[in-house]
């Protein structure tokens, strides 16, 4: 049963390593994201987003504006779809101040949010703020680097034997092949028989240097050196990052596809689990 509450429950211990402000990049994000005609459910809230994002400073010119355009109408379908596919769980890992919890409301869904505590003490206070309906959204605080999200979703509340959608939103760049192999792995185990993934990779033509692709990336950006980018791969080695997770991904879909992204800079991919050797026995 989901345990409904009028706040945001809160978990995740703080660590030493905690960065000194909310993340830079998420809201720079919200705030493009709050300028954007987007969809939202009857019971949903379609102005939380530009209300997360009183008091943030103005996006100017950003290079990838087209890309974040196309990569949040992919992430709005893939949780509309979820909804009425019947999946009671959303999860959202490097939530960062995204608005879905409130703008995709739905009777009996749960939504769990997962970024790095500053971030998320940040966001928790806004949402206080504008006097947010709550119920059916818990906050998570998590370092991907370092802690591993299933004991982090168990203690949240995450329901081990319901479907989830899982989003990884412009979140695995951030993260080292390690880690990103290590968080899709955690998600498998928490992903029951109906679970969806969906997750943006960055990626870079086959015959370049991974290291120098991401070195040249990193020194472009703004938020480079506080920020910094770590996996930008081939396609075909982002795949099988996936798959040897335990999960079972589609056809990429270039952001391009939908008319307003930067071709090969980005892929789109959802992915189901993996059938394991426990599933394929019990089906003899």
């Known amino acids: 049963m989901v345990n409904h509450m009028k706040h945001p429950r809160w978990f995740g211990r703080r660590r030493s390593r905690l960065r000194a ?50 990569r949040t109408e992919f992430f709005d379908e893939q949780v509309l779809a979820a909804l009425d596919g019947g999946i009671g769980q959303v999860v959202i890992l490097g939530a960062g101040y ?13 939504y769990f949010e997962l970024d790095h505590p500053v971030t998320q003490a940040d966001k928790r206070r806004r949402l206080t703020r504008m006097h947010a309906d ?25 329901d081990l034997g319901r479907p989830s959608l899982f989003l990884c939103e412009g979140l695995l760049v951030y993260l080292d092949q390690e880690a990103l192999a290590g968080l899709l792995s955690a998600l498998r185990s928490r992903a029951a028989p109906g ?25 472009r950006r703004p938020n480079g050196a506080a920020e910094p980018w770590r996996t930008i791969l081939p396609v075909a080695a982002q795949l099988r990052l996936i798959a040897r997770a335990g999960w079972s991904p589609s056809a990429p879909v270039s952001d391009a596809a939908f008319g307003i992204g930067a071709p090969g800079r980005s892929v789109l991919v959802t992915a189901r689990p993996a059938a394991t050797s426990g599933d394929r026995a019990g089906a003899a």
């Open 21 to 70: 402000r909310p993340s830079q990049t998420s809201q720079a994000v919200a705030v493009v994201r709050a300028g954007l005609q987007r969809p939202h459910t009857p019971d949903g809230d379609a102005t939380a987003q530009a209300r997360l994002c009183a008091g943030m400073p103005p996006v100017g010119a950003l290079e990838q504006r087209a890309h974040l355009t196309a």
């Open 195 to 219: 679970s969806r993934l969906a997750v943006s990779l960055a990626i870079h033509p086959d015959g370049l240097d991974s290291a120098v692709v991401v070195a040249r990336a990193n020194a």
């Open 98 to 110: 995204d608005d879905r919890a409130l703008r995709f409301r739905a009777p009996g869904v749960a």
């Open 134 to 158: 709550l119920d059916g959204l818990t906050l998570a605080g998590a370092d991907f680097r370092y802690d591993h999200v299933g004991p982090v979703l168990a203690a949240a509340g995450h």
